[in-house]
């Protein structure tokens, strides 16, 4: 839960703004990079709607391109986007930084909250 110790959101892809698995956020972040989103058809198409495309590989950033079911720290002010617009990705709590709170209400954030284990190959679907 946020505000507990934070839980790492994704190692592969490896996210977080200083790329260590982790939400965390510090001076160096402007963005803020603090939700741990898991990545949904949908979210992936509206943030290149907005500019932010997260699909697209960028190799000389070791940035991969992101698929539905990856989990990715993103910007607090884009998922809100995201979600105004009827477009946000579920959300691991657990893995969301409290800075998170700044720019959106926890109560939204637990509306998209989803329990994901580090091993989504492991769920029995």
């Known amino acids: 839960m946020i505000g507990t110790q934070l839980e790492p959101c994704g190692v592969d892809p490896v996210t977080g703004f200083f790329r260590d698995g982790d939400c965390k ?62 477009a946000a990705a579920p959300v691991v709590l657990a893995s969301t930084h409290a800075a998170a709170l700044d ?4 109560e939204i954030l637990e509306q998209y909250a989803v329990d994901v284990p580090h091993d989504p190959g492991a769920l029995d679907v």
């Open 25 to 86: 956020t510090g001076p160096q972040d402007p963005g803020s990079h603090t939700i741990c989103a898991v990545m949904t058809g949908e979210f992936l198409e509206h943030q290149r709607s907005i500019g932010n495309d997260l699909s697209t590989p960028v190799p000389h950033f070791r940035f991969p391109g992101l698929v539905p079911g990856d989990r990715w720290c993103v910007t607090a002010r884009n998922w809100l986007r995201a979600h105004l617009d009827g």
């Open 103 to 106: 720019i959106v209400p926890l």
